[in-house]
Nanobody, 126 residues
Framework: DLQLEESGGGSVQAGGSLRLSCAAS????????MAWFRQAPGKEREPVAR????????DYGDSVRGRFTISQDNAKRTVYLQMNKLKPEDTAMYFC???????????????????WGQGTQVTVSS
């Protein structure tokens, strides 16, 4: 089986930065997408960013584009989310997820992702 573990969350003031990490262990798929999602209390889970392990193609949610950067180190089986210019509305539990169920581009919907980490909390104060 595959396990994912997030780290790097914490509390920061608006305008600050954080870097999240997601380390994979266990079974390794040859081709997959890694993604970050977030969920704030009372809100639906929101796609934040995703990256394909083969071509490194990335995509971002509209609310984070230009401020967040997703990257990967395939040798370490780790995906990162660099979050800059953080805003109070970025406050949420952040989850990483992996799927091998895709054809050309990484899917946006969480329904396609079958492996999830436990999440790491990010709190941005104004």
């Amino acid at each position: 089986d595959l396990q994912l573990e997030e780290s790097g969350g914490g509390s920061v003031q608006a305008g600050g930065s954080l870097r999240l990490s997601c380390a994979a262990s266990g079974y390794s798929y040859a081709s997959y997408c890694m993604a970050w999602f977030r969920q704030a209390p009372g809100k639906e889970r929101e796609p934040v960013a995703r990256i394909g392990n083969r071509d490194g193609a990335t995509d971002y949610g509209d609310s984070v584009r230009g401020r967040f950067t997703i990257s990967q180190d395939n040798a370490k089986r780790t995906v990162y989310l660099q979050m800059n210019k953080l805003k109070p509305e970025d406050t949420a539990m952040y989850f990483c997820a992996q799927t091998s169920h895709f054809t050309s581009s990484c899917p946006r919907s969480s329904l396609y992702f079958d492996f999830w980490g436990q999440g790491t909390q990010v709190t941005v104060s104004s």
